[in-house]
């Protein structure tokens, strides 16, 4: 196939085979958010450019060299969204729903771009579900989005293999002072920075923490702690976030060099990781967003979010075997039927089964064939029974009722018994 006619670099099709996990997936952690009291919003794929320079920050990795920038018919710079709090935030201020202090806890859904280097884990399109709240300041909401994940972890059976990391960005204040004491302190060791970390220093220091570089790691094992710098509020904060956590039993590492890649946090940061995954071990990452509400122009508005990566969820369901086997059919009952007559009665005694039983799947035969090759198709849609309605059962008005996992004989059941006999035999989800 020529290049142009296939799917662009880093952006995947979803096959049939693999939506039903994807589906098992976002349909538990909806369900899940429900039960919280967590309601959806859904945002536009673009935005003007202009928006994620603002909220993300100039200086940081997604706006420097990851976003898909182009300009429209108009002329207006547009950009295929890298991330969801942006186009949040500029939608609850569009709408005046934080308005007046009033709480906001959302969700979204939805791919989003960034025009990285694809591997395991990595790609240009990609999947999110994110959730941001507004207008509540206290380490209790912290800990609820922490909490709630967790509870995900439990139902999706990967408890054991991830791992909370948390750090406290601090006030902008607090932070503030911390920035100018690690300046100074790596100012002090500019020439054995690596290239990027000299040029984060004047741009954005608290990235250089985040460095892969083992030479600048080993400088920074001796540079000043964001702990010791938090000022009495930021404390304050993150031990009643600590605490929250203890009184549940989630376990936790602090890790005092996690500060996150885009510019808007303040106070706490998280991130779920994993060592399942190979380099791209981070599942689930977020924080606390005080400062940014008002910087797009809103009144101070304080706000808290994460947002996961569905393809690294995914991947790793598949990766520690813990796809339920449920989800695996996808067809509860199969109906062959052979020649015209039998083929318009299994149409109409298909329909009334669905009026009777709404939630069944049931595949009608569709494409004629022999009796081998309609059974063949039968089986190989995963179906537990097989109904079989040729001349015969026509002639008599019943169906042929055939098991085709484990035991049991075919038996005949009459046309208007079938929906109740189906009903018993068939777990409807
Ligand atoms: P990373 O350090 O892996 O680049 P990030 O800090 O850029 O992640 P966030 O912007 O916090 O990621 O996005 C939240 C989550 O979205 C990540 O933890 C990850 O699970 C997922 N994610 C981010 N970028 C990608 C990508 N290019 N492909 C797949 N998933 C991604
Ligand atoms: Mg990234």
Redesign the pocket.
């Known amino acids: 196939m020529s290049k142009s006619l296939q799917a662009i670099r880093g952006m995947n099709d979803i096959l049939p085979e693999q939506t039903p996990l994807w589906r098992y997936f976002e349909g538990t952690v909806a369900r899940l958010l429900d039960n919280y009291g967590y309601r959806q919003i859904r945002m536009p794929i673009v935005e003007f450019t202009e928006l994620f320079k603002r909220s993300i920050g100039e200086v940081t990795d997604i706006v420097e060299k990851e976003m898909y920038t182009f300009e429209d018919r108009n002329g207006d710079s547009l950009t295929l969204r890298p991330?969801g709090t942006a186009a949040c935030v500029r939608a609850v201020l569009e709408h005046g729903i934080t308005g007046g202090g009033q709480v906001q806890k959302l969700w979204y859904i939805g791919p989003m771009f960034?025009h990285?280097r694809p591997q395991k884990?990595?790609?240009r399109q990609?999947h999110?579900i994110g959730l941001e709240v507004f207008n509540l300041d206290g380490p209790d909401i912290d800990a609820e989005l922490i909490v709630l994940t967790w509870r995900l972890w439990g139902e999706l059976g990967i408890r054991d293999a991830v791992k909370l990391e948390l750090n406290s960005l601090g006030t902008s204040e607090s932070r503030g002072r911390y920035r100018e004491a690690l300046v100074e302190f790596l100012s002090a060791h500019l020439d054995k920075l690596d290239e990027d970390s000299q040029r984060r220093l004047k741009t954005n220091p608290l990235r250089v923490l985040d460095t892969k570089n083992a030479d600048t790691q080993a400088i920074l094992v001796d540079a000043p702690k964001m702990a010791d710098y938090l000022d009495d509020e930021s404390r304050a904060h993150f031990e009643g976030l600590k605490a929250r956590l203890d009184a549940v039993g989630i376990p936790y590492v602090i890790n005092p060099k996690l500060v996150?890649?885009l510019d808007y946090y303040s106070k706490t940061v998280f991130e779920w990781v994993t060592d399942k995954l190979g380099a791209?071990g981070?599942?689930?990452?977020g924080g606390r967003y005080d400062g940014l509400v008002e910087q797009m122009g809103g009144k101070p508005t304080s706000g808290v979010g994460f947002?996961?990566?569905i393809?690294?969820l995914v991947l790793m369901l598949e990766t520690l075997d813990k796809i339920p086997q449920e989800i695996a059919r996808q067809v509860d009952v199969y109906l062959c039927a052979f020649g015209e007559a039998a083929e318009l009665a299994a149409l109409a005694l298909s329909e009334r089964v669905r009026d009777q039983l709404p939630n069944l799947r049931l595949q009608t035969n569709a494409g004629g064939g022999s009796f081998k090759s309609q059974f063949k198709k039968a089986d190989k849609s995963g179906a537990l029974y097989a109904l079989i309605l040729g001349d015969d059962e026509l002639a008599q008005q019943v169906v042929g009722f055939k098991p085709l996992r484990g035991q049991g004989e075919q038996q005949s059941i009459a046309w208007d018994a079938l929906a109740a006999h189906l009903a018993t035999c068939v777990v409807q989800g």
């Open positions: 991330e960034r990285e884990g990595r790609y990609f999110q996150r890649g791209q981070t599942v689930c990452a947002a996961m990566g393809e690294r």
